[in-house]
């Protein structure tokens, strides 16, 4: 196995510094969230204890590329993380937000071959309307009855969406990435 294909080990000391085991030097968060724009897989451990603190340090870059402007999450989709916490969506969210980024990586190509052919590189993405409609049906209905979720209060009966909505909803989300896929 390539050193590449294999996570990139830094550990943390006692000090909080942070050591590159392959090239044997300090590193700072920026260099880490560099090693992960350029492919690389990160692991990050606890020198003393062995704890894995790889969530910990990707949370702290991510929110210090927010902090400094570079906002990447809209302060909605934020506070629907937050409250993901505190709700039975916290079992849900994972694996929602890694389909959608999983799709989003899968379409990636496909959107480089259009850009030159479309003025909007989204538009380009087979499906990506139909995908936006899909989560946007699926939050609403998973989150519809939870108090402040959207600036509205508990969803009125007509918005609630019934079971057979809900499998209707997953039923075209498998079939759009099965389409993805192929492309």
């Known amino acids: ?13 006692a000090s909080r510094r942070l050591y590159n085991t392959e090239t044997s030097d300090y590193v700072t968060l920026e260099d880490i969230a560099g090693f992960i724009r350029q492919g690389r897989e990160v692991q990050i451990v606890d020198l003393k204890t062995g704890d894995d603190l790889t969530r910990q340090y990707l949370l702290q870059i991510v929110a210090e590329h927010e902090s400094k402007g570079e906002s990447v999450l809209p302060v909605d989709v934020l506070t629907d993380l937050v409250r993901s916490y505190a709700t039975g969506m916290q079992a849900v969210m994972p694996q929602f937000l890694a389909s959608s980024f999983e799709m989003l990586r899968d379409s990636q190509a496909k959107m480089v071959e259009n850009l030159s052919a479309f003025p909007n590189p989204m538009a380009a993405v087979p499906g990506f309307e139909a995908l936006r409609k899909q989560q946007e049906a699926f939050l609403k209905s998973m989150m519809g009855g939870m108090p402040g979720w959207g600036g509205s209060g508990p969803a009125k009966e007509e918005e609630a969406a019934s079971s057979d909505d809900i499998a209707e909803i997953k039923k075209q989300l498998a079939e759009l990435q099965k389409k993805l896929s192929k492309l």
């Open 1 to 13: 196995m390539a050193e590449t294909d294999k996570p990139l080990l830094i550990k943390r000391y």
